[in-house]
C-alpha cells in the first residue's frame, strides 16, 4: 500500500541533494537511492558511464521461467539530475517546504518528485508481497538535462536495461506522451575571401551569403503528413558569429540551426533539401551535426498505453494523450524496437522555474496510479 507521509518524506530527502547538471553532481543522492532499493531486497545494479555519475537499476525479479520474465519486464524511468538553479526563490531550492499543499524545491516537478513515486512504488510492491509475473525495473539515471550520454543512451546501447516496455517518467499532469518530433541541431559554416572593406567588391562575404542562405532556410516549406498530436516542422536560427572586423570582408560565418520534424519525415531527405538550399549560395561550407533524435511515435491503440488511460481514469484522474514538441528520452527506444511512452505527476509548467513545485495531492494520486497500472500491466 502507498504510505504518503513516506512518500512525501522521499521526496523530501531527494530534494536535499543538489543534483546539478551541469555539471553532474549526482552521485550523494544515487548512493542514497541504491541504499534504499537495497534495503528492500531488491536486486540493484549500479552503472556508471562517467566517473560518479551512477544509474541505478533496481528489479523486482518475475516468477516466470527468468528469460520469459526478462524479455516482458516493464521498466519505470524517472532522472536525478536537476537544471541550475538560478536566482530569485522565495524558498530554500534544496529545502523540499510544504505550503498550501505544495512542496518547493528544484526538481519537485522535474524530475524528483516522479523518482519519489517510483521508489514509493518499489517500496509498496516489495512490502505488499506482491509476486510479478514479469521484472518490475526501476531505472533511476542520470544526465537527462545535458542528453542522457551517461544515462539512458548508454543504457539501452549497452543492453543494461532493455524491457519490454518502458514508462518514462518525466512528464505532468497524468498525460501520456505517445508522439515526439525528432531534433537535429547543426552548425553550418560559410567560407568567403577577405577583402578590404573599401574594395568589397574584391572579396566575397562569408556573412552576406549566411544571410542569404538563412532567408532561403526560413522561408522553405517542408513536405509532412501533419500528425494529430504535433504542431508543424519548424527551423530555428539560435546563433551566428563571423567576421574580423568592421573594414575587413568576411571570409567566415557560423550558424546554428534548430529543426524539430514529424514522425513521417525522413533525416536523409531532410540534410538533402539542406544541402540544396546552401549550395544555391555557394559552394564552400561545412555541416557539422551536434545532435540528431530521432522522432518517436507509439500507436496510440498500443495496449500498454490503453491500460494505463484506464488506470488511471479508474482513479478519478483525467489523462491526455500528448505529444511532444521538444526532446524527452523516449525517443531513444526507437533504435531498439522497445515500446515505451511518458507519463507524469508534474505540475504543469513548473520545470526550471523559480520556486518550482509539485501538488502533494497529485504526487501521491499519481503514485497509487503507477503502483496500480504496473500490477494490471504484469497480469495482461
Not at 505527476?345 to 522555474?353: F, L, P, R, V
Request: aromatic share 8%; net charge positive; hydrophobic share 35%.
Amino acid at each position: 500500500m502507498i504510505n504518503d507521509k513516506r512518500l512525501i518524506k522521499t521526496l523530501q530527502k531527494l530534494i536535499s541533494y543538489d543534483t546539478t547538471n551541469p555539471p553532474g553532481k549526482e552521485y550523494d543522492c544515487a548512493c542514497w537511492i541504491e541504499k534504499y532499493m537495497r534495503s528492500l531486497g531488491l536486486g540493484v545494479q549500479t552503472i556508471c558511464y562517467e566517473k560518479k555519475r551512477p544509474n541505478i537499476i533496481a528489479t523486482l525479479r518475475g516468477s516466470l521461467p527468468r528469460e520469459r520474465a526478462k524479455k516482458g519486464a516493464s521498466c519505470i524511468m524517472p532522472h536525478v539530475d536537476i537544471v541550475p538553479v538560478g536566482s530569485g526563490w522565495k524558498h530554500n531550492p534544496f529545502g523540499g517546504k510544504i505550503a498550501g499543499g505544495k512542496m518547493f524545491g528544484r526538481g519537485t516537478s522535474d524530475d524528483k518528485g516522479n523518482t519519489a513515486s517510483c521508489l514509493e512504488v518499489m517500496h509498496s510492491l516489495v512490502e505488499s508481497g506482491f509476486k510479478p509475473n514479469y521484472d518490475i525495473i526501476m531505472a533511476a539515471t542520470v544526465d537527462e538535462e545535458t542528453g542522457s550520454k551517461a544515462g539512458t543512451i548508454p543504457l539501452l546501447e549497452k543492453g543494461a536495461v532493455k524491457p519490454g516496455l518502458c514508462v518514462v517518467m518525466d512528464s505532468s499532469e497524468f498525460d501520456a506522451i505517445v508522439a515526439q518530433k525528432g531534433l537535429l541541431h547543426m552548425r553550418i559554416q560559410i567560407f568567403g575571401k577577405k577583402a578590404h572593406g573599401a574594395y568589397n567588391w574584391r572579396g566575397v562575404s562569408a556573412i552576406e551569403q549566411a544571410a542569404a542562405i538563412i532567408n532561403k532556410l526560413k522561408a522553405h516549406k517542408f513536405k509532412f503528413k501533419k500528425h494529430p498530436l504535433l504542431a508543424h516542422p519548424t527551423i530555428n536560427i539560435g546563433t551566428i558569429k563571423g567576421g574580423d572586423k568592421v573594414n575587413i570582408v568576411a571570409d567566415f560565418c557560423e550558424f546554428t540551426v534548430d529543426t524539430r520534424y514529424t514522425p513521417d519525415m525522413k533525416f536523409a531527405d531532410i540534410m538533402s533539401q539542406y544541402k540544396r538550399i546552401i549550395t544555391s549560395v555557394t559552394q564552400k561550407y561545412k555541416i557539422i551535426i551536434d545532435d540528431h533524435q530521432l522522432p518517436y511515435a507509439i500507436d496510440r491503440k498500443h495496449p500498454a498505453v490503453e491500460m494505463y488511460l484506464k488506470s488511471a481514469r479508474a482513479m478519478k484522474c483525467h489523462p491526455q494523450l500528448k505529444g511532444s514538441e521538444g526532446a524527452t528520452v523516449i525517443t531513444f527506444f526507437k533504435k531498439h524496437n522497445i515500446p515505451a511512452f511518458a507519463t507524469g505527476w508534474a505540475a504543469h509548467e513548473t520545470a526550471h522555474i523559480t520556486d518550482e513545485y509539485i501538488v502533494l495531492k497529485d504526487l501521491c494520486r499519481g503514485t497509487r496510479v503507477l503502483e496500480n497500472y504496473l500490477k494490471a500491466y504484469d497480469s495482461r
